[in-house]
């Protein structure tokens, strides 16, 4: 019976993950945390029986123990529960599905504990990959991504030689204004970002597609992940969502891995690593499969994504500046108050002004973070009056 803990539980990963659990039935999830959906979260404590739950919100946390009080499950809150599900007792994997970088330290205090990470938050790697790689390193503890892409990626990279990778070619649908040029995004509404053609997932993260920033956080992921040069990624859109990424050799050899547009794939598959198991579902059918095609990004339409490239190349803080203020403007749209081009506008102007700090501690990336919430907040409130 193998053992788990899942930060986001009630998010698009975490309840697919729990999917996978019910579909499998030899998972024991010892311990649960989410954000505020605490009637969601009821209905996980009853089905699946954790022990402890967090609850990121601590008058939700106390609403929640009201209506599970006839239950034996401990509640938690804030950070501190937060780190206490990372590291309970007895789990062998941890399931990180929380959107944000909150997600860094219970990640980090995890590795700590010895606990195996099935990774789906890109935070963690893209503002942290040269803390958290090592210190997994140092501990002897797997990081088994959950991303499409990355699961792609990782499982193309089996039975292969590391050393002789060439390239890794980082496959997108190109989102919803695929084609579009800048012009025609002007007037673009929450709801017409919200619209992914293949994939079904969390409001940020098709926010986050929509204007390939998503593809730059992954770029980024990919770096530290598969110990790679920036320069060594390419994107390449391919709209089916059919190939979900490759690998080239040095010979020129490339591996893919194929399948339907389906998150439980690689969920299952980081769960159950390096074993294989039937998965129920929609197969690829290549008698219906008429075609399969792949276009150039682009990169003037779609900006975010070059920022991505500096930021990755560049290093240091660099990074979380990127993801922070993405974050922020990704936040600021969905409540209606900017419109979407000043998404890209407000991650390259944050990006600008930036002193980049080489090699950032822990803290010095959670003050960067802060500190690009803020100027945000201050900017608009200056432009408002």
């Known amino acids: 019976m193998k053992k788990i803990a899942i930060l986001g539980s009630t998010g698009s990963i975490g309840t697919q993950t729990l999917e996978v659990v019910r579909e499998n039935g030899n998972i024991q999830v010892l311990a649960l945390a989410a954000g505020s959906n605490i009637r969601c979260l009821e209905e996980q404590i009853r089905e699946f029986h954790p022990k402890l739950v967090a609850v990121w919100n601590s008058e939700k ?105 060439h390239k890794i070619l980082l496959t997108a649908s190109g989102g919803p204004f695929r084609g579009k040029k800048r012009e025609e995004l002007k007037h673009i509404q929450v709801e017409d970002a919200l619209k992914h053609p293949n994939w079904e997932m969390g409001r940020k993260i098709t926010i986050d597609s929509s204007t390939m920033v998503n593809k730059g956080l992954e770029v980024i992921e990919a770096k530290w992940l598969f110990d790679v040069s ?100 990704v936040a600021l749209f969905l409540d209606r108050k900017i419109h979407y081009l000043q998404i890209p506008e407000l991650i390259q102007e944050c990006m600008e002004r930036h002193q980049n700090i080489e090699n950032p501690t822990l803290e010095q990336i959670l003050g960067t973070e802060q500190e690009v919430y803020s100027y945000i907040d201050e900017k608009l409130s200056r432009e408002r009056g």
């Open 230 to 329: 920036i320069d060594q990624v390419e994107v390449v859109i391919q709209p089916q969502s059919i190939i979900h990424s490759m690998v080239e050799y040095e010979d020129g050899a490339i591996i893919a891995e194929l399948g339907t547009p389906d998150m439980k794939l690689p969920i299952q598959y980081a769960l159950y690593y390096p074993e294989r198991r039937y998965l129920p579902g929609e197969r690829l059918d290549f008698g219906k499969l008429s075609q399969i095609t792949f276009e150039k990004p682009d990169l003037e339409t779609f900006y975010g994504l070059k920022l991505a490239f500096e930021a990755g190349r560049a290093g240091g803080t660099l990074p979380t500046v990127f993801n922070a203020a993405n974050e922020k403007a």
């Open 61 to 165: 946390a106390e609403e929640l123990k009201t209506y599970v009080r006839d239950l034996d499950v401990k509640i938690v809150s804030g950070m501190e529960g937060l780190l206490e599900v990372a590291v309970i007792p007895g789990t062998e994997i941890l399931v990180t599905a929380i959107v944000g970088m909150i997600g860094i330290c219970p990640t980090i205090e995890a590795i700590k504990a010895g606990k195996d990470i099935a990774l789906a938050n890109k935070e963690t790697l893209v503002t942290a990959g040269h803390i958290i790689m090592p210190l997994a390193k140092e501990c002897g503890v797997q990081i088994l991504p959950v991303d499409s892409e990355h699961s792609a990626i990782f499982q193309s990279l089996q039975g292969g030689q590391q050393k002789s990778l």
